[in-house]
């Protein structure tokens, strides 16, 4: 099982960013896939999990801003971050949830400073 992201980088306040993370291994259609993030000194937190059937859950701290979506042709899944902030300046990590076991993808920096 093979988890890539991409698309992190530099964002000033207030702009967006759209990271992907690319599945192989794993049949993507039936798997839960998620985006966690770390923060230098806390925990990897959950930001944003879409089951299999498309039923979405987000993080109080990125409600509204950011947008879980998955291309199931692509096993692909998506983060859309719009209205970034300092705060969610960490390391987002994919995440799958497949036949009871947890994949995790390497992790990809996003900064959000002017």
């Known amino acids: 099982v093979q988890l890539v992201e991409s698309g992190g980088g530099l964002v000033q306040p207030g702009g967006s960013l759209r990271l992907s993370c690319a599945a192989s291994?794993?049949?993507?259609?039936?798997?839960?896939m998620g985006w966690y993030r770390q923060a230098p000194g806390k925990q990897r937190e959950l930001v944003a999990q879409?089951?299999?059937?498309?039923?979405?859950n987000y993080a109080d701290s990125v409600k509204g801003r950011f947008t879980i979506s998955r291309d199931n042709a692509k096993n692909t899944v998506y983060l859309q971050m719009n209205s970034t902030k300092p705060e969610d300046t960490a390391v987002y990590y994919c995440?799958?949830?497949?036949?009871?076991?947890?994949?995790w993808g390497q992790g990809t920096q996003v900064t959000v400073s002017s």
């Open positions: 995440n799958a949830v497949w036949v009871g076991d947890d994949y």
């Open positions: 291994g794993i049949i993507f259609s039936i798997a839960a």
């Open positions: 879409l089951s299999s059937g498309a039923s979405a």
